[in-house]
């Protein structure tokens, strides 16, 4: 089956510290890879995907490259601010919009000034 | 744009009661909508894809005459938890894919936390 694993928080970082936030997969077919954000009180929002080999996707600052050969999508910033502090998700899905995506247990992260 | 809505965003009811939960698109019309069931420090489990005018495809091990799922039309689906127990409590969310872009993400809506006691 499918199944996604990610660091288990919370992690707690200084403003402007560089983040990694590790993700790792196991697929049963080829799949695209998301971060999702759950901001405190929030829905989840999509902050970058890649739907492919050495793809990467960026937003806000943050980056994650998709590693086949590692099976791996870690979330990086180089410089996080107090407004990160949120629930990171990392997921996947197998096939099309028409397909749910398998979720990790999510990544609380605090920033503190 | 994009933008899902859930309702009521928060429900406590007596155990053996049935909820409904609403889940709709308020700006796209989607093909399909999803719904997740997440537990405290765990990851979010899907229950079920239902496609508007047709009948929901449960995952292994979800209920499907528990959790019973209406996709009406293309903005809205109804989660209904028939004969709730404390077991069931939980957050739900809901999610949905647009119409026009059935390869795109999926939005989410802000979930509905569900407490029976």
């Known amino acids: 089956g499918n199944s996604v694993t990610q660091m288990e928080g919370p992690v707690t970082l200084s403003e402007e510290a560089f983040l990694t936030i590790n993700c790792t997969y196991t697929?049963?077919?080829?799949?695209?890879l998301f971060w999702y954000v759950q901001y405190p009180g929030e829905g989840l929002q999509l902050l970058l995907k890649?739907?492919?080999?050495?793809d990467k996707g960026s937003n806000k600052g943050f980056e994650a490259t998709y590693r086949k050969e590692t099976t791996s999508f870690h979330l990086e910033k180089g410089s996080v601010q107090v407004s990160d502090s949120a629930v990171y998700f990392c997921a996947l899905r197998v096939g099309g919009g028409a397909d749910g995506l398998t979720f990790g247990k999510g990544t609380h992260l605090i920033i503190q000034p | 744009g994009a933008v899902v809505s859930q309702h009521p965003s928060r429900v406590i009811c007596k155990s053996g009661t049935s909820v409904k939960i609403e889940c709709r698109s308020l700006?796209?019309?989607?093909?399909?909508m999803f719904w997740y069931r997440q537990f405290p420090k765990k990851s979010l489990m899907l229950m079920a894809t239902?496609?508007?005018?047709?009948?929901?495809?449960?995952e292994q091990g979800v209920e499907k005459d528990k959790f019973l799922i209406n996709h009406a039309s293309l903005t809205l689906s109804t989660l209904t938890v028939t004969s709730a127990h404390p077991e069931d409590s939980s957050f739900y969310i809901c999610?949905?894919?647009?119409?026009?872009?059935?390869?795109?993400?999926?939005?989410f809506g802000p979930g509905t936390r569900l407490t029976v006691l």
């Open positions: 999610s949905a894919s647009p119409l026009r872009r059935p390869n795109n993400e999926q939005f």
């Open positions: 700006d796209f019309q989607a093909t399909t």
């Open positions: 697929a049963t077919g080829y799949p695209s």
């Open positions: 239902s496609n508007e005018g047709s009948k929901a495809t449960y």
């Open positions: 890649a739907t492919k080999a050495d």
